[in-house]
């Protein structure tokens, strides 16, 4: 009996211990549904005609599953640009390497503003054809694209240029302060244009969103499984060399 007083405490912390293990395996198991549930639906998404993109009175509710949504825009660009630094390794289109996105402030039909990536240029691009490919079009237009969440920028990235309206996170928001845009009419998201809107010049570059999910939910569920299975084996080790010496003593 002494032996069991002594494994009653281990072996409270370690149900406790293997509970909570357990819980957050299962936990990443549903994320993974999730998140495969999710993807299918945008690889869906982005084939389907395009949808109006959602204006002011649906903001509040726009939430992950809209990222990358199809959308359609009437209006007019404005004056001025920003720049989202980014690197393509395995371009859609000809030009590719280390360059910035090129995001222009986009005024709707209906009076709101919505940031507009136009497309990528390249880092080693010449004054002269910078600026051509920095002219937006004029007049009314309609664009079409994918709709992106804007981003909030973490510890480990680089503090914007605000000199130069260079980005490192697609911060649409902070974006729009540095242009002057009112924050009340600024969509929470941008639109990607689609590669067709490539002017004859070839920049920007349109058509050059990536479409990637960071997908690692089954390798945390097995790892916390992995955990909990440790768990399991070194309690049993513990109360093995708790009651083993117990017995010997009995037999002699």
Known sequence: MGGLR???IPAIAAAIGLAILLNLGFWQLNRLEWKTDLIAQVEDGIGKPPVAAPGPAAWDAIGESDDYLHVVLEGAFLDGNTFYYTALSDPAGPVGGPGVMVYAPFRTADGWTVFVN??????DLAAEPRQQALGVPKGNVQVTGLLRLSEKPNWTTPEPNAEDRLWFARDTGAMGDVLGLDPGSLAPYSV???????????LPQAGETLVRFKNDHLGYA???FGLAA?????FLAYAASVLWPRKQDEGA
């Open 6 to 8: 002594k494994l009653l």
């Open 118 to 123: 136009r497309g990528f240029l390249p880092q």
């Open 192 to 202: 990607d244009l689609n590669a067709e809107a490539t002017p004859a010049s070839g």
């Open 222 to 224: 097995l790892t916390w």
């Open 230 to 234: 440790t768990l399991v084996g070194v």
